[in-house]
């Protein structure tokens, strides 16, 4: 049997895993949780004492971490010295761009894939295998692990050749989810202030050109009252558009809309840092006191 190791266990991390299983795959994990380690092994997959250890002996090894320092500790750190000439290390988490970049330099010779593939689709996604990929990385190297990809996802864009181009991608794409997001949380405010009907307000968008499932998903929760417990955690959002300003920041490009969601998220990271995305639209409730309702 295949194996193929999963680093990094929560939300989105034990959805790969569940689905690698799956799909027929032995799977190794590991994380820092010991609660998240003990719930991965219940469910069927091999429990691991460290990252070396998931390493070992696997075809794959997907890294879905929260930031770049850990996903280099973890790459270069310890999957590089344990990893076959011909296996992958297929980077899941979302990261800058330049930090990819560097682990992949860092890399260079191993003869180590590298496949750098951040994902859209949330939780739910995850759990479901119906993640969005966009992935980069050699043809031969895609091809190598397709079955591992096709195993988490829904549709597979192959959008670059490079390591570091996947999270170019992904900046891009945040930037406009963060936009819609913060319309949408403000929006809402706007209606529940003028004493309009969540529902009616939510029909009408979706009926038209402006409807999108980002909007009509966060005016449910808002509805109904759900800020925390829906797998959108405002920390992910958070730190996902501060990547796609620092690589604007790099370019010399504005980014007006993308800095002004910024600031709508910063506000709800700072008030209730464990909530969820539509925590923002609290805020906003908050200051004029008023919010969405059925």
């Known amino acids: ?16 895993a569940k689905n690698l299983m799956k799909a027929g795959f032995e ?9 998240r380690l003990a719930d991965f092994g219940r469910t069927g997959g091999v429990a691991c004492a460290s990252v070396s250890e998931v390493g070992t002996g696997a075809s794959a090894v997907l890294v879905m971490v929260m930031n770049g320092a850990q996903a280099e500790h973890v790459i270069v750190g310890q999957l590089k010295d344990v990893l076959e000439p011909g296996a992958a290390v297929v980077l899941t988490a979302t990261i800058h761009a330049h930090e990819a970049k560097a682990i992949a330099k860092a890399m260079d010779g191993t003869g180590i894939d590298l496949i750098d593939t951040p994902v859209s689709g949330g939780q739910p996604g995850a759990m479901g295998g119906a993640l969005t990929l966009m992935a980069a990385g050699t043809d031969e190297a895609m091809a190598r692990h397709e079955d591992v990809l096709q195993a988490i996802s829904k549709t597979i864009h192959h959008v670059g050749q490079n390591f570091g181009d996947g999270q170019t991608v992904k900046a891009c794409l945040q930037s406009l989810i963060g936009a819609i997001f913060s319309a949408t949380y403000e929006l809402s405010v706007l209606a529940g202030k003028a ?3 969540g529902e009616v307000l939510r029909k009408v968008i979706a ?13 449910e929760n808002i509805m109904n009252r759900k800020f925390e417990g829906t797998g959108s955690g ?8 501060t ?14 809309t993308t800095a002004t969601a910024m600031q709508i998220f910063q506000a709800g990271m700072t008030k209730y840092p464990d909530a969820d995305n539509q925590a923002a639209a609290k805020v906003i409730e908050e200051i004029v006191g008023a919010g969405l309702r059925p």
Request: without cysteine; glycine residues 20%; proline residues 2%.
């Open 207 to 219: 009926s038209t050109g402006a409807g999108n499932g980002i909007t009509d998903g966060s005016l």
């Open 243 to 256: 990547i796609s300003l620092e690589l604007a920041k790099q370019l010399g490009v504005p980014m007006h």
């Open 27 to 35: 799977v190794a994990g590991f994380d820092l949780s010991e609660k």
């Open 234 to 241: 405002i920390g992910t959002m958070w730190k996902d558009l």
């Open 1 to 16: 049997m295949k194996r193929v190791g999963v680093v990094g266990l929560g939300d989105m991390g034990s959805g790969l």
């Open 195 to 197: 004493g309009i009907s």
